[in-house]
């Protein structure tokens, strides 16, 4: 025998020997069989796997674009600081605040504005 087939032969007769200490040696066979009909899949199978893959690796890097919201925000409550209006003006530099890209510059407006 060569060594390769000895080996795949001991790690067979440890398997079984586990399986039959184990008085299970019935499910151990079952689990074999499941995994070899897993492991045989139809030769289309394999690409749309890789596929499937790409698209969730793809959707994981992908980053939600800004709007213009944060900005627009701060230049309308801007306007409406100029012309006296300073209540509505914080409610927007508040909305502002609430924007991911919100900075220490919109909290200081709002509390300028109030």
Not at 43 to 49: A, D, G, K
Request: aromatic fraction near 6%; charge should be positive; hydrophobic fraction near 40%.
């Amino acid at each position: 025998m060569t060594d390769s087939a000895q080996k795949t032969v001991a790690i067979q007769r440890r398997g079984y020997k586990m399986a039959l200490a184990c008085k299970g040696h019935r499910r151990l066979n079952r689990r074999a069989l499941s995994l070899t009909r897993a492991l045989s899949m139809p030769p289309r199978s394999v690409p749309t796997l890789l596929l499937l893959g790409c698209l969730t690796l793809a959707a994981c890097s992908t980053q939600p674009r800004p709007d213009a919201s944060y900005e627009r925000f701060m230049q309308l409550a801007a306007d409406l600081e100029k012309r006296g209006d300073s209540t509505t003006a914080a409610s927007f530099y508040q909305r502002a605040t609430q924007q991911p890209e919100a900075g220490v510059e919109s909290w200081r407006k709002l509390g300028a504005a109030l």
